[in-house]
């Protein structure tokens, strides 16, 4: 068993033990969805206020709304959410690297069967954090896959001091 394995089992042994929200209902009870990033560095529960069952959180490298597009549908038409807050972050791997250093990295690491596989896969990467949380904002906006109703708001959260700003 690994250690991340054998941490996963001692942690969750005491997490059961004291556990008592087992009746909760399945569609979020504040009908908010929130997009972030998958960074190690954020805990989203914590830093902005969510309580076990009241929103869904969507996590993905950039926290990307395209890349979250599957997982809003189903949150909002399937589980009743109204709303997105969509929240990148500073020092976000994202701004790192363009498109042709991740495919350079899969070729020369995995061979060109993978590079092959993925084809011309967009990463997604972006330059300019509070840019992109504008330009995703925009894209929700536009997408007719996202009803006007929704609620959207984009904000930036700062990994050095836990605070969040509000961007659009
Ligand atoms: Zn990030």
Same mark, same amino acid.
């Given at each position: 068993?690994?250690?991340?394995?054998?941490?996963?089992?001692?942690? @969750?042994?005491? %997490?059961?033990?004291?556990?008592?929200?087992?009746?909760?209902?399945?569609?979020?009870?504040?009908? %908010?969805?929130?997009?972030?990033?998958?960074?190690?560095? +954020?805990?989203?529960?914590?830093?902005?206020?969510?309580?076990?069952?009241?929103?869904?959180?969507?996590? @993905?490298?950039?926290?990307?709304?395209?890349?979250?597009?599957? =997982?809003?549908?189903?949150?909002?038409?399937?589980?009743?959410?109204?709303?997105?807050?969509?929240?990148?972050?500073?020092?976000?791997?994202?701004?790192?690297?363009?498109?042709?250093?991740?495919?350079?990295?899969?070729?020369? @690491?995995?061979?060109?069967?993978?590079?092959?596989? +993925?084809?011309?896969?967009?990463?997604?990467?972006?330059?300019?954090?509070?840019?992109?949380?504008?330009?995703?904002?925009?894209?929700?906006?536009?997408?007719?896959?996202?009803?006007?109703?929704?609620?959207?708001?984009?904000?930036? %959260?700062?990994?050095?001091?836990?605070?969040?700003? =509000?961007?659009?």
């Amino acid at each position: 068993m690994s250690s991340v394995v054998q941490n996963l089992v001692d942690s @969750n042994k005491d %997490y059961a033990e004291k556990f008592t929200q087992g009746s909760l209902a399945l569609p979020p009870a504040k009908k %908010y969805a929130v997009v972030t990033c998958m960074d190690a560095r +954020i805990d989203p529960i914590s830093a902005f206020g969510i309580s076990l069952g009241d929103a869904h959180v969507i996590r @993905n490298a950039g926290g990307n709304a395209r890349d979250a597009l599957r =997982s809003l549908i189903i949150s909002q038409q399937l589980l009743g959410t109204q709303e997105v807050v969509l929240v990148k972050h500073t020092g976000c791997g994202m701004l790192t690297f363009q498109n042709a250093d991740a495919h350079g990295a899969v070729k020369q @690491n995995l061979g060109d069967a993978a590079a092959e596989e +993925i084809g011309t896969l967009d990463f997604l990467p972006f330059g300019d954090v509070e840019q992109a949380v504008k330009d995703d904002v925009a894209w929700l906006q536009a997408s007719k896959a996202i009803p006007d109703s929704v609620r959207l708001s984009g904000w930036v %959260y700062e990994v050095e001091t836990g605070k969040v700003r =509000s961007v659009v």
